[in-house]
């Protein structure tokens, strides 16, 4: 099975902006989680009793579910930022005109005349220098192309 790494590197191009924001919303919620333990507003009334008349406790199913929830974040946290690193330190390996072009591009989302205008080149040229630039962040990103 060949990975095809130009569509991912793509992929990750197109929804870098969207990473970062995925990233503030899981901090958020974890805040939010971690601030919301469960405790507040609950009832003992009607604890209800296994046949083997065990109880059930809310509050410890609310802060256990919670702490999962916090460590599934925290993990997407440190899985996205880890993706966003190596898109960056990649982009700084390519020259300023490259990274112009991806940057436009993919994560401004500007149509070609509009990249093509910033980078100083004609249309046909600005994509031919994308490719190369993908390319290489290919060789940055995963060590082969």
């Known amino acids: 099975?060949?990975?095809?790494?130009?569509?991912?590197?793509?992929?990750?191009?197109y929804n870098y902006k969207m990473i970062e924001i995925s990233i503030e919303n899981m901090e958020q919620e974890i805040e939010y989680l971690k601030n919301n333990d469960g405790t507040s507003g609950l009832s003992y009334d009607g604890i209800s009793t296994s046949p083997t008349n065990k109880t059930?406790?809310?509050?410890?199913?609310v802060a256990l579910s919670n702490s999962e929830k916090i460590h599934y974040l925290e993990h997407n946290i440190r899985k996205n930022k880890r993706l966003l690193d190596s898109v960056n330190r990649a982009l700084e390996g390519l020259t300023n005109t490259e990274r112009i072009i991806l940057q436009q591009?993919?994560?401004?989302?500007?149509?070609?005349?509009?990249?093509?205008?910033?980078?100083?080149?004609?249309?046909?040229?600005?994509k031919s220098v994308r490719k190369e630039a993908i390319n290489k962040l290919i060789i940055g990103m995963y060590g082969e192309r």
């Open 1 to 13: 099975m060949t990975i095809n790494y130009y569509k991912k590197t793509e992929y990750l191009l």
């Open 105 to 126: 591009k993919y994560i401004e989302g500007k149509q070609w005349w509009q990249v093509s205008a910033m980078a100083g080149y004609s249309e046909s040229w600005s």
């Open 56 to 61: 059930s406790n809310p509050t410890e199913n």
